[in-house]
Structures are given as structure tokens and as C-alpha cells.
């Protein structure tokens, strides 16, 4: 295997564990402290117990996600040094925010775990409040970092020397807004639909019933609106891709030939050699609605860009169409939930909760197809139209044997927290309330 494969099948792979950990991080303690927030209204003790069980899990999720994190940010200066010589001093302002982020968060988190009936009520929950404001700032900075390699702005490029440098306007680049609010909704539709259907299975199975049933009641809801609202954030998405980065559309959809009145694709086998997508659904006219809101606007194909500066066609588009389609079925989930609200008796229903059951993980199915769209789509360039993935990569040899170790390492650590998941669901089961 060649340093550029093992470099980005470590990158891509420790990403993909990385931003589990990280959601779940970013949103679980909004249940908390929702939880919480019920408890100090109503003194009833299930979310006492509850809020005391989802604490667990914020604190271990926080650890995995600064542990898994630590060593992306270590990965970026060993695996690609000549991006990091260049995009550091640029880049340097969201991630050090970041770090004072994490630090506000860690801090907020030491109060509220040891704080329970040593400081006040109201200031013991806000600070709860604090840790999840906090995550959510942390992954919006991470992410402004990602969209300035999306769009980068913020210095001069003058025979390749990065010059002029505005840290400020980089940070703010014109992906940063687009991407953190695509993803903050995504994060909370996937680890909501996920703590939801591991509640809703205690239901199915009558454990504990009435204290998963205010547990679902409480992730779901937060699901639900986010699942609700992304389409919207998709639609700024895809309208912000079709001016900046027209191939990366084009890729997305298997669109080869510049036309107007561009229909789009459902489903559909690409063929890359005949440049056709095969036993799709055709909607006319609806790409061009969606990229530049007019039905007869032109959309720019593939064959508009030389080859070696095209994505791997197949893998955006299948990626898209997965993201795409369960974040549909996860909308009108959402719905049926808000209608079931007026239909008590569904609740008494075990095929109700079995639906959310095997709704669980397709939230961060969908999330990892959508960082696919967003980091194979972007290629083959590492710094949008200024510098390429394979002249950033590192000189140094044997980078497949760390490939390997760290393959080794986030393995052990997703079979230690999940262990760890299962022990404090049994714990939560045999507790008294």
C-alpha cells in the first residue's frame, strides 16, 4: 500500500469513529439537562435517576471524544506535514478556539459531576447548560476549519507562498456557515434517533417502562425537529456547492453533460465508462430548482472539468443518495412521532417501539455518508483549488504500520465504550426508581 492510500484510509478511518464519539458528545448533554431541568420542576425522582444515568454517558462520551480527537489533530502534522506547514498559521484561530471550548466544556463538566448538592441548584444545573453550548461551539469550530479547505479565503497565494494572512476572514469562510449548520442538525437527528431507539427497545422489551418511555419522550423531540428542519439546511448546502465547488455537485448527482432543465436522480447504478446512471428515478428539471432555484437553469456537468481533477463518481453519488434518502425516512419519522402525540394508544403498541428501535442507527449512517460526500467530493485536492491531496502527504515511509495500529486502537476503544453502554443501561434497569 502506498503512503497516499495508507494516509487517507487512516484519515478517513479514524474519522469515522471519531464523529460518533463527538456527536454523542456534543448532544447527550442537552437530554441532561432537559432531564435535570425536569426534575428541579417536578421533584419526580425517574428523571433524578435519569439525569444521573445520562451524566455517566456525557462523561464518557466526552472522554472517548478528546481521546479519538487528540489523535486526528496529531494525525493532520503526521500525515500531511505541507498542508499543515502552509494551512496552520490560517486555520490556527478555529482550532485554538476549539481548545479554550474544550476547556470551558471540561471545567463545566467537573462541576456538574461533583456538584450535586454541593452548589447551588439553578447554578449546579447551568453549568450542565454550559457543557452542551460548549460542545456544540467546539464542533462548529472543527468544522469551520474543514470548510475553509471547502473554500479557502483568507491570505494570497503568490507563487505558492501563502501571504497576507487574515486568520479572522479564514475562520469565516464561506463554507463555515453552510457546513457547521448541516452538521450540528445532523449530529443531534443521529444521537437522538440513536438514545431514542435504545430506550424505546427497554420499552419493547417492558424494562423499566415508565422511566425509558420520559426517555424517549425527551431524545426523540430533539431529534425529531432537527430531522425536521435538515432538509432545509441541505437545500442552503447544495445552493452554497453549485457556486463553489459545481463538480462536487456534479459528482453528487452522476451529472456528466452541462445542460439546462437538469433532472434529479433517485436511486441509480453509475456506470463510469457509458457516463450513465442506470435504473434511477428521474424527477425533470429538479437539479436546476435545487442548485439555482429556477427549473430551467443550466448545471454544469462533469466533462466541464479534466479528468484528473473529478472526484470518484460512484462513491459521492451512492453516498449522497444513502444520506439523502435516510434523512427523508428520518423526517417523516419525526412527523409520525409529533402525530402520535394526538394518539395515546399508539404508545401501548409494540410495534411502535419497534420502529424506533430499527430506526436507531441510521442517523449516523446517514452522518457518515454526508462526510464522505463532503471529503471524497472535495478531492483530489486537499486545499480546494490551491493545493492537492497527493502533495501534502508525508515523505515518510511505513505510514500503513500506523494504519494498522490505529485500526487496533479505536477497535479497543469502541468495544470498551460500548461495554461501558451496555453496563450502565443493566445499572439504570436495576436501579429503584
Not at 298 to 303: D, R, T
Amino acid at each position: 500500500m502506498e503512503n497516499l492510500d495508507a494516509a487517507r484510509l487512516q484519515m478517513a478511518f479514524t474519522l469515522i469513529f471519531h464523529i460518533v464519539f463527538a456527536c454523542i458528545g456534543m448532544v447527550m448533554p442537552f437530554f441532561m439537562v432537559v432531564s435535570h431541568y425536569k426534575w428541579l420542576k417536578t421533584r419526580d425522582k425517574i428523571y433524578l435517576t435519569l439525569t444521573k444515568s445520562w451524566q455517566k454517558g456525557v462523561a464518557i462520551f466526552f472522554v472517548t471524544g478528546a481521546v479519538s480527537g487528540t489523535a486526528l489533530s496529531f494525525e493532520l502534522g503526521l500525515l500531511w506535514p505541507e498542508f499543515m506547514k502552509h494551512a496552520g498559521p490560517i486555520i490556527g484561530m478555529p482550532f485554538s478556539l476549539e481548545g479554550a471550548a474544550f476547556f470551558v466544556e471540561a471545567i463545566a463538566l467537573g462541576f456538574y459531576l461533583y456538584g450535586w448538592n454541593k452548589l447551588p441548584e439553578k447554578f449546579h444545573w447551568i453549568t450542565g447548560v454550559i457543557i452542551g453550548v460548549s460542545g456544540v461551539a467546539s464542533g462548529i469550530l472543527v468544522v469551520a476549519a474543514n470548510g475553509w479547505m471547502n473554500a479557502p479565503v483568507g491570505f494570497d497565494y503568490i507563487d505558492g507562498k501563502f501571504l497576507n494572512i487574515d486568520p479572522v476572514k479564514a475562520m469565516l469562510n464561506p463554507a463555515w456557515f453552510t457546513q457547521a449548520l448541516h452538521m450540528t442538525l445532523a449530529a443531534f437527528t443521529a444521537t437522538s434517533f440513536a438514545v431514542a431507539g435504545i430506550h424505546a427497545y427497554q420499552v419493547y422489551k417492558q424494562r423499566k417502562v415508565e422511566l425509558h418511555k420520559k426517555a424517549f419522550k425527551i431524545a426523540i423531540t430533539f431529534g425529531a425537529i432537527a430531522a425536521i428542519l435538515q432538509p432545509i439546511s441541505g437545500d442552503i448546502s447544495a445552493k452554497d456547492i453549485a457556486k463553489r465547488q459545481p463538480v462536487k455537485l456534479a459528482a453528487m448527482e452522476a451529472h456528466y453533460n452541462t445542460e439546462k432543465k437538469v433532472p434529479l436522480y433517485i436511486g441509480g447504478i453509475v456506470n463510469a465508462e457509458t457516463q450513465e446512471v442506470n435504473y434511477k428515478i428521474a424527477i425533470p428539471g429538479m437539479l436546476s430548482f435545487l442548485a439555482f432555484a429556477d427549473f430551467d437553469a443550466e448545471v454544469k456537468g462533469l466533462n466541464d472539468f479534466p479528468e484528473e481533477e473529478r472526484p470518484n463518481v460512484p462513491i459521492v453519488h451512492y453516498a449522497f443518495q444513502i444520506m439523502v434518502g435516510i434523512g427523508t425516512l428520518l423526517l417523516f419519522a419525526g412527523l409520525f412521532y409529533f402525530i402520535s402525540l394526538k394518539k395515546k394508544k399508539w404508545f401501548n403498541n409494540k410495534k411502535y417501539w419497534l420502529l424506533f428501535v430499527l430506526l436507531a442507527p441510521l442517523g449516523f449512517i446517514a452522518l457518515e455518508a454526508g462526510w464522505i460526500v463532503t471529503e471524497v467530493g472535495r478531492q483530489p485536492w486537499i486545499i480546494h483549488k490551491i493545493m492537492k491531496t497527493k502533495d501534502a502527504v508525508t515523505p515518510m515511509p511505513g505510514i500503513v504500520f500506523s494504519f494498522y495500529m490505529y485500526i487496533i486502537v479505536y477497535l479497543s476503544l469502541s468495544v470498551a465504550v460500548t461495554w461501558l453502554m451496555i453496563r450502565q443501561i443493566k445499572v439504570l434497569n436495576n436501579s429503584n426508581s
